[in-house]
Nanobody, 123 residues
Framework: QVQLVESGGGLVQTGGSLRLSCAAS????????IGWFRQAPGKEREFVAA????????YYADSVKGRFTISRDSAESTVYLQMNSLKPEDTAVYYC????????????????WGQGTQVTVSS
C-alpha cells in the first residue's frame, strides 16, 4: 500500500502560481500512476494530471495544459503539481491519488487518496 500527503495549497491571486506536493510513502513501486484531481464545491471530482512513476510519462486535462506541470523528484518520493497562470475556476480541493493502472484519467481507477489541499484563486 501507499500513503499520500498533499501540501502547498493556499490563497493566490489570478495569474499567480502555486506548487503542490504529494509525498508518497510505502510500496510506491507497486503503484504505477500518481494523479492529481480537484473538486470544487458542488461539483464532481475531476482529473487534472497524472504521471507514471517508472517512466515519468505525463497526461493533462485540456483545461490545464500549458499552465500546469506534473513531475516527480529525483528521489521518486514526491510528486509535484506546478500551477501557473491560475484562474478563479481552478479553485478547488486538490487531491493526489495512486493507481496500479497505467496513465488512467478515470477517478474510479484510483485506489489510494490523500486528504487534499485547498487551492483558492481570487480575482
Amino acid at each position: 500500500q501507499v500513503q499520500l500527503v498533499e501540501s502547498g495549497g493556499g490563497l493566490v491571486q489570478t495569474g499567480g502560481s502555486l506548487r503542490l506536493s504529494c509525498a508518497a510513502s510505502g510500496r510506491i513501486f507497486s503503484w504505477y500512476t500518481i494523479g492529481w484531481f480537484r473538486q470544487a464545491p458542488g461539483k464532481e471530482r475531476e482529473f487534472v494530471a497524472a504521471i507514471t512513476w517508472s517512466v515519468s510519462s505525463t497526461y493533462y486535462a485540456d483545461s490545464v495544459k500549458g499552465r500546469f506541470t506534473i513531475s516527480r523528484d529525483s528521489a521518486e518520493s514526491t510528486v509535484y503539481l506546478q500551477m501557473n497562470s491560475l484562474k478563479p475556476e481552478d479553485t478547488a480541493v486538490y487531491y493526489c491519488a495512486a493507481t496500479p493502472k497505467r496513465s488512467t484519467v478515470v477517478t474510479g481507477d484510483y485506489e489510494a487518496w490523500g486528504q487534499g489541499t485547498q487551492v483558492t484563486v481570487s480575482s
